[in-house]
């Protein structure tokens, strides 16, 4: 028997492959699907079980690609409705892997049909497990996103509560907990940058198992300091519960080299939005007017999914040259599929070519403190409140970048704006934003809000 645990850092997402004499289950695989497959051929085994935790918000998953390449039966919990063939299993159900078995737990609260997977090795002791959004490392799965009719948040926290105690920690000590996310997911909000640890280890630390705690005060904490989920979130729980596009179609339509005449021609025919995912420093230097900067070394999936509200959007992509595909399958994974084509070359092309281009002023935070001194200024933080709250420039206002499509009202138009966040990826995309409406006197600070606390310039 062999647990891998596939962890995908922009995510912050944890599939998982599991194999037992020539049999593997994936659970909770991300869009693109080879990898897993390849796996499988590697060491000769046959893909039968994929199982889904719940029906992800944060991420598209793959089990319709890899239920169509390798015949394996798509798993969900009870109480899922899907709208493609799938197993539902019934709670406490038994799937025998070569000569281990995976007992499916349901365990509501996140989701009502949130269900966790028991690991029972060849002597049927329990081993791992595989609790998706219902347990993280240090933190439980937020309660707040399956609201509907009459059902409450505060509703499905208390069915988390039953979950957890009647299903997870009766379970012993030494079984090895595998979450679907760790720290910078937004799906909890108290999550260890650790992506496995004992149950036993959890029972001590993690605060929403704490054997003295009631069910009003898990209520309570599990529901307090909630940031509002991104946009995009209802919509690929959507394709995950309906279905959705293969992930080749995908790949297919965007994959697709343009040249600097053909993109311009697309960009002004077709409505597209025009992303550029290279490194903030470089597009400010030189960018195709109107595009949007959100670095693909950064947090780039769930920027996008935060900020560009429809996934139905076609989009065309300057990346940096070689990273075309990597940014078409990183658009996809959060439900993207509409990205029409790629500048040929990238930005260098379109130059050479004697496009038209832009530049936003970039400057030190050393620069900026000398701004600041003169007095007078308009310093816009696009951190999230509680970063400012727990420190901030002197007079910034804060304005979240994860709200800029709601605040542009906010942003005083025909003033000079000196932008920053906490170390300048965030800054730039506010800033490029600003741009594409119309602010042109637009600022950014290099090194953030960390650059300029090393200066004089006086904070709060």
Not at 23 to 31: G, Q, S, T, Y
Not at 117 to 134: E, I, N, R, V
Not at 215 to 225: C, K, L, N, Y
Not at 365 to 381: L, Q, R, T, W
């Amino acid at each position: 028997m062999k647990i891998e645990q596939i962890y995908t850092g922009c995510l912050a997402q944890g599939a998982y492959f599991i194999v037992s004499n020539g049999e593997a289950a994936v659970i909770d695989p991300l869009r693109e699907v080879q990898p897993y497959i390849q796996k499988a051929e590697k060491i000769g085994a046959k893909i039968k079980y994929v199982f889904e935790t719940h029906f992800h918000a944060d991420f598209v998953s793959g089990h319709l690609d890899l239920a169509e390449k390798t015949g394996a039966t798509i798993v969900y919990g009870p109480q899922a409705q899907t709208g493609f063939a799938a197993h539902i299993a019934q709670d406490g159900e038994i799937f025998k892997l070569g000569d281990i078995t995976i007992k499916a737990l349901h365990t509501p609260g996140h989701t009502l049909e949130s269900t966790s997977y028991l690991l029972l090795d060849q002597a049927q002791k329990p081993t791992a497990l595989f609790s998706g959004d219902t347990l993280f490392i240090g933190d439980v799965g937020r309660p707040d996103l399956a609201q509907k009719g009459s059902l409450t948040m505060n509703d499905l926290a208390g069915i988390l509560f039953d979950s957890l105690r009647t299903k997870i920690m009766t379970l012993p000590d030494d079984v090895i907990v595998y979450p679907a996310h760790g720290a910078g997911s937004a799906c909890g909000k108290n999550m260890s940058k650790e992506t496995s640890d004992t149950l036993g280890n959890q029972k001590k630390f993690n605060y929403a198992l704490r054997a003295d705690m009631t069910r009003e005060e898990f209520i309570s904490e599990v529901t307090a300091g909630l940031s509002e989920p991104p946009q995009y979130f209802p919509q690929n729980v959507k394709m995950n519960r309906d279905g959705y596009e293969s992930m080749d179609e995908v790949l297919e339509r965007g994959d697709q080299a343009l040249s600097p005449e053909a993109f311009e021609s697309k960009a002004n025919n077709t409505g597209a939005l025009i992303l550029d995912t290279r490194k903030a420093a470089d597009f400010a230097k030189s960018f195709i007017p109107n595009s949007i900067n959100i670095g693909i070394d950064g947090s780039f999936a769930p920027w996008v999914g935060s900020l560009i509200p429809d996934l139905k959007q076609q989009l065309l992509i300057i990346t940096e040259p070689g990273r075309e595909e990597e940014v078409i399958t990183r658009l996809a994974r959060v439900g993207y599929d509409f990205t029409i084509g790629y500048l040929n070359g990238g930005l260098e092309a379109w130059e050479k070519a004697g496009k038209e281009t832009d530049s936003i002023i970039s400057i030190s935070a050393a620069e900026f403190a000398a701004h600041y001194k003169g007095g007078n200024i308009n310093v816009i933080d696009v951190r999230k409140p509680e970063e400012y709250t727990a420190g901030h420039i002197q007079d910034a206002e804060n304005l979240p970048l994860d709200y800029i499509n709601d605040l542009m009202d906010s942003f005083p138009k025909g003033e000079m704006l000196y932008i920053h966040c906490a170390g300048g990826y965030r800054s730039m995309i506010a800033a490029s934003i600003l741009k594409s409406r119309g602010f042109e006197d637009v600022v950014n600070i290099e090194g953030g809000f960390g650059e300029v606390a090393k200066t004089d310039v006086p904070l709060n």
